[in-house]
């Protein structure tokens, strides 16, 4: 499973890296927390809405703890055949755990 830490992603964000980030929780987690910049498409919507996903640039699959992300990502390699998918390790609770404290922990 291709994926990155919350490190590498910050790093990669800082550098100025063109990535889509789409978040893959329920709209009401969205609205809780979420990373600066990612776009919400909740995992029960993704097959009618992934042609919203770049095929152009790196795509970091955000969930919570990084579980149903790697489903988004699984399903957009098989049925979309991406190769440009990456998941983040520990969804955003280790994003703000280890990289941004101010977004909150739930």
């Given amino acids: 499973m ?5 490190e590498q992603l910050r790093a990669r964000l800082d550098a100025g890296e063109a990535l889509q980030l789409i978040d893959v929780r ?19 919507e993704l097959a009618r809405r992934a042609d919203e996903i770049r095929a152009d640039q790196p795509v970091v699959l955000i969930c919570h703890h990084g579980v149903r992300s790697m489903q988004a990502l699984a399903y957009l390699q098989h049925r979309h055949d991406l190769t440009n998918l990456l998941n983040l390790r520990g969804g955003i609770h280790a994003w ?3 990289v941004d ?5 739930y």
């Fill in 26 to 44: 329920q709209p009401e987690e969205f609205e809780y927390c979420r990373i600066e910049g990612s776009q919400l498409i909740p995992l029960g």
């Fill in 96 to 98: 703000s755990v280890r």
């Fill in 2 to 6: 291709p994926e990155l830490t919350p």
């Fill in 101 to 105: 404290p101010a977004v909150p922990v």
